[in-house]
């Protein structure tokens, strides 16, 4: 079966730094990979999708990269702040569609 | 626009009580999903539904139930509530892009936060 991994280990990166977050996967070839934002007591939002032949995405100072040989997506906040601490998480496609969902990271900006 | 409702937000029940939680959604969308998010777990589909009156088993369907009578709503319901299905429970809805059929993009409720005695 699909299996998703996220460090498990909260990050703790200083505030203006840029904070990478790691996700990789086994058992799978996905169309796509989604990276998701969620804060405490809320439930997940969507902020960035690259699909399998996007080596990079950017979105105002996020950034994606996808590749599929080492089967990982890495997830980038530059000049990173305070209000982007949160759980990231990332989900994949799988053959029906429906989405197979990573545990998180917890990420920890610190001023 | 309110986007996808959840009631309730908390729900504290004994073993073996039943309960209802709702999703609402104003979005029009055709495609709604029930998770359940455990500690250090990813969220694991319970039910979904690809459109009014049709529902389908997830990851993990066994003690749930679901059904989708009207397009903007989609119920969860626990016959006979154990420990085990002490959770957050998270509705989201989704309008699949018919050209891109695995785009996929999903909206969350805030969650129900589920204690079972």
């Known amino acids: 079966s699909q299996k998703i991994e996220q460090n498990s280990e909260a990050l703790n990166i200083q505030e203006g730094k840029t904070a990478t977050l790691t996700c990789n996967y086994t058992n799978y070839s996905p169309a796509y990979l989604q990276w998701y934002r969620q804060d405490p007591g809320r439930g997940p939002v969507f902020l960035l999708l690259?699909?399998?032949n996007e080596k990079e995405k950017r979105k105002e100072r996020l950034k994606v990269t996808f590749d599929t040989t080492l089967k990982q997506s890495l997830f980038h906040i530059t000049a990173s702040q305070p209000a982007d601490s949160a759980t990231y998480l990332c989900a994949l496609a799988d053959s029906n569609y429906q989405l197979i969902w990573g545990a998180g990271t917890k990420l920890i900006i610190k001023p | 626009n309110a986007g996808v409702t959840q009631t309730p937000k908390f729900r504290v029940l004994k073993t073996g009580q039943s309960m209802t939680l709702l999703c609402a959604q104003d979005?029009?969308?055709?495609?709604m999903y029930w998770y359940r998010q455990d500690p250090g777990m990813g969220l694991r589909l319970i039910h979904y539904s690809v459109g009014e009156g049709t529902t389908a088993k997830g990851e993990v369907p066994d003690g749930y139930n679901v059904s989708r009578l009207k397009k903007q709503n989609f119920l969860l319901g626990l016959e006979s509530a154990a420990p085990s299905q002490t959770s957050v429970y998270f509705c989201?809805?989704?309008?699949?892009?018919?050209?891109?059929?695995?785009?996929?993009?999903?909206?969350f409720g805030a969650g129900t936060r589920l204690s079972v005695l």
């Open positions: 989201a809805s989704s309008y699949p892009d018919t050209l891109h059929v695995a785009k996929n993009i999903q909206y």
């Open positions: 979005m029009n969308h055709e495609y």
């Open positions: 690259i699909r399998e």
